[in-house]
C-alpha cells in the first residue's frame, strides 16, 4: 500500500504560482509513475500531469501545457507541481495518485493509489 498525502493548495490570485508537494509513505515511489489530476466542482476527474519512474519522461494536459511542471525526488519519497500563471479555470481539488505501470495513463481509472486532494483557488 501507498498513502500520498497533498499538501500546498491555497487561495491566490490570476498569474500566482503555487507549488504543490505529494508526500508518500507506506512505500517507496520508485517502481511508479505518479500523476496529478484535477477535479472542479460538477466536473470529471481531469489529467493535468505525469511523471514516469526516472524522471525522464513527463506528460501533461493540454489547459496546463507550459504554465504547469511536474518534479519527483525519490529520495524524498515526494512529487511536486510547479504551477505559473495560475488562472481562474484552474480552480479545483487536486489530486495525486500513482500506478505500476510503466507509462503514463492519463485516465483516472488507471491508478491504483489516491492522495485526499487539497484546494486550489484562483480569484480573477
Known amino acids: 500500500q501507498v498513502q500520498l498525502v497533498e499538501s500546498g493548495g491555497a487561495l491566490v490570485q490570476t498569474g500566482d504560482s503555487l507549488r504543490l508537494s505529494c508526500a508518500a509513505s507506506?512505500?517507496?515511489?520508485?517502481?511508479?509513475?505518479m500523476a496529478w489530476f484535477r477535479q472542479a466542482p460538477g466536473k470529471e476527474r481531469e489529467f493535468v500531469a505525469g511523471?514516469?519512474?526516472?524522471?525522464?519522461?513527463?506528460n501533461y494536459g493540454d489547459s496546463v501545457k507550459g504554465r504547469f511542471t511536474i518534479s519527483r525526488d525519490n529520495a524524498k519519497n515526494t512529487v511536486y507541481l510547479q504551477m505559473n500563471s495560475l488562472k481562474p479555470e484552474d480552480t479545483a481539488v487536486y489530486y495525486c495518485?500513482?500506478?505500476?505501470?510503466?507509462?503514463?495513463?492519463?485516465?483516472?481509472?488507471?491508478?491504483?493509489?489516491w492522495g485526499q486532494g487539497t484546494q486550489v483557488t484562483v480569484s480573477s
Open positions: 495518485a500513482a500506478d505500476v505501470s510503466i507509462g503514463i495513463r492519463t485516465t483516472p481509472g488507471a491508478y491504483e493509489y
Open positions: 511523471i514516469r519512474r526516472s524522471s525522464t519522461f513527463t
Open positions: 507506506g512505500r517507496t515511489i520508485g517502481p511508479y509513475t
